[in-house]
């Protein structure tokens, strides 16, 4: 199942240069990791009800093609590996300027924190096939975590 959204950039995305700053790449994507939680009916509410929250690793961009002050844009989210249990993910964001052209790829790596605990934990059932189901990218890969 693919994921898309599409946005209306602001001004405050753009810098003197007169295109996306790089900062502005990871709102969006961060913004289209919520969305698609949404699409599953798991808000910011329900993390809070299950004592939960995805924590990030590791975030990677690569810059491809500038987009420039006033183009609208287009991300998606694609699961790129996920351990067995939900507990470790990665997923890539393709972010596209308004022609189309491929502009940059986001690759988030991350896991789900108890937030009592301060401690990385397993996900409720429905937040790891919110990952499971999702589109998958074409070298997607199971993560195998250590035994303690």
């Known amino acids: 199942m693919s994921f898309t959204v599409q946005f209306t950039t602001r001004w405050a995305d753009f810098d003197a240069n007169v295109h996306m700053r790089h ?47 006033g183009e609208n844009i287009t991300a ?31 690759t988030v790596y991350g896991a789900w924190l108890d937030l009592k605990k301060r401690k990385l934990t397993v996900p409720p059932t429905r937040f790891y096939e919110a990952f499971a189901t999702g589109e998958k990218t074409e070298d997607f890969q199971e993560i195998e975590l250590k035994s303690k």
């Open 23 to 69: 900062t502005a790449y990871n709102d969006y994507a961060a913004e289209v990791r919520l969305r698609y939680f949404k699409k599953f009916d798991i808000t910011t509410v329900d993390f809070a009800k299950e004592t939960i929250g995805p924590i990030i690793f590791e975030e990677n961009t690569k810059f491809l093609k500038e987009i420039h002050l």
């Open 76 to 106: 998606n989210l694609k699961v790129l590996a996920l351990s067995n249990k939900g507990e470790r993910w990665k997923v890539q964001h393709e972010i596209f300027n308004e022609a189309g052209k491929l502009s940059a790829i986001i």
